[in-house]
DNA sequence: TACTATACGGACTGACAGTCCGATTGGGAA
DNA sequence: TTCCCAATCGGACTGTCAGTCCGTATAGTA
């Protein structure tokens, strides 16, 4: 990172670890901008200046938790990467969302509150749903894939991923998340060529 | 009515319509309360007085929209009602609900961004969910189907609506969901696996 | 007409996202 | 090591909005 002033890194951390810091302590509706600023030690417009706005904040911390399942699916390496068959790498990446939403569901929910009504914008999200649709694409191509890919999504939602957790753990909603791809992406040799 | 004064009935309809006005003019994000009151030439304390909150007024105007639903569903009449086999029933009911989404994205999108995160409260949510639990215990007893119901009922989410929409109109988004419920619940004799 | 329970309205409060600018400081140049 | 300034900081300030409060007005009744 050329020209990044040190105190500009150290402060950028300290507000994404303040944020998370809040984010489990107190409800994901909870956590205000001055709040994390006071935690992380920091000024207000510090935050607006690394990240924009409480939307872009959530989306950086979102991305950041995201990075690694983003890795392993522009690697090879199966089960998540190129080297995959479709039907592998859809199921391995649906189970990685699950366990990641389940870990994560107050940044979830917040992330959520914070892009309402543009959540289709957030990159994360594109990302994960442009390899759903391309791999959905492959599999059944006889569907309205891009809506499937967002259905599948929905499976993410931050109330449902809590509703679901609450009885069964990260468990339940692995279990019902493979099931209901399993259900709508028959397997090889049943269906499709 | 007895008890309700006949300026209290007023105000409260003068209100519900200049909500939906509202609404239709500008996007369901720029919808105030002191807004409302002013169109509706009403005061402000009157809206929390009739509906509690913001959330509360969302909630009471997306019931009034799906009143004609609920009657169908809690009657006899086929396709809807009682009488109608739980597969028709289902099908019949999303369809319903697909052309109710399309024709009030902007309410739907105010709805959920006032319930936010307690989406699973909403009375009219739950009915739909109860319902659709209830006819998926009958066809597929075999799944989560409080998940499912879930799912099945973020098909109706605002951006998705909207997306889904703004490309091939109500049109497409019966035809997706159709699709996606009859994956989801295949005909009778082909049963599940 | 008089009377009172009910309802009205809009000023007020508190919280919060986002802005602005004078004070501060990191880190390369001399 | 010292100097310097552009990058960075901090927190006071603004505008907006949900929700509250209470003095005033009125519908409905006797």
Redesign the pocket.
């Known amino acids: 990172m050329p020209g990044?002033?040190?105190?500009?890194a150290r402060?950028r951390q300290a507000i994404l670890r303040a944020t998370e810091e809040l984010l489990a302590v107190h409800g994901p509706e909870?956590v205000?901008?001055?709040a994390v600023a006071a935690a992380a030690?920091?000024?207000?417009?510090?935050i607006?200046?690394?990240f924009g706005?409480?939307?872009g904040l959530f989306q950086e911390l979102l991305a950041e938790r995201a990075a690694r399942i983003r890795e392993a699916v522009d690697g090879v390496p199966a089960p998540l990467g190129r080297g995959a068959p479709p039907r592998t790498r859809l199921l391995a990446f649906l189970d990685e969302l699950a366990a990641l939403a389940a870990r994560n569901i107050a940044l979830i929910a917040a992330h959520e509150q914070a892009c309402a009504s543009d959540k289709y914008d957030d990159p994360t999200y594109r990302r994960w749903h442009d390899h759903l649709t391309g791999l959905l694409g492959q599999l059944r191509p006889d569907t309205d894939t891009e809506y499937l890919a967002h259905v599948l999504l929905g499976s993410f939602d931050g109330d449902l991923v809590r509703q679901i957790t609450a009885h069964g753990g990260s468990t339940r909603l692995r279990a019902v998340v493979h099931d209901l791809a399993t259900t709508l992406v028959p397997e090889p040799g049943h269906a499709t060529t």
Request: proline letters at 0%; a positive charge.
């Open positions: 990044v002033r040190a105190d500009a402060n909870h205000s901008l001055d030690g920091v000024g207000k417009g510090t607006f200046r690394r706005s409480r939307t």
